[in-house]
């Protein structure tokens, strides 16, 4: 599970400076979790690839409207969740397409019979979130995948959080 911490001490001061080796450091931190929860929206390799890297332009060119250093994290993700919405409703959910990834390395040392039924169960729950509408799996894969709390999934979703 990959799991996005607010905590730990980033170089968003130099980044809002233009400092391009903090700005390095925040790719290298934010590239994977951020493709991830992208692909997960979109089901479009090329699409996630192109919604990253228009998440991090928006970034350098807004950062200055960051409030809050320690809250980069959210931020980041709160612009990508509006560039997949934003490319969503352009293409429209059923020309988005579903890339495979064939031949992912398995990271379990489980037997074949216990793989097999993992896998089964990642797959059914992977169809049932597929049917849920954009924003539902959104919220899902934030809260179950990246692991933001609720404060931070209704901060990047720009919804109020249910009381």
């Not at 320690?70 to 560039?83: C, E, P, R, T």
């Not at 049932?128 to 799996?137: E, S, V, Y």
Request: net charge negative; proline share 5%; with cysteine.
């Amino acid at each position: 599970m990959l799991v996005v911490a607010e905590r730990e001490q980033l170089p968003v001061t130099q980044a809002r400076a233009g400092e391009p080796g903090a700005w390095d450091i925040l790719f290298r931190r934010y590239q994977l979790p951020l493709y991830v929860y992208v692909f997960e929206l979109v089901h479009n390799e090329q699409t996630s690839l192109d919604i990253v890297q228009e998440t991090f332009i928006a970034a350098v060119r807004h950062i200055g409207g960051l409030r809050e250093d320690n809250k980069f994290g959210s931020w980041l993700f709160g612009i990508a969740h509006q560039k997949c919405i934003q490319r969503w409703r352009k293409q429209g959910r059923d020309e988005m397409l579903r890339d495979e990834f064939a031949g992912m390395p398995v990271e379990f040392e489980d037997g074949p019979d216990e793989l097999l039924v993992r896998r089964e169960q990642e797959a059914a729950f992977m169809n049932l979130l597929d049917q849920l509408p954009l924003p539902q799996r959104s919220v899902l894969l934030l809260h179950f995948v990246e692991d933001f709390s609720i404060e931070e999934i209704a901060r990047i979703t720009e919804r109020n959080p249910a009381r």
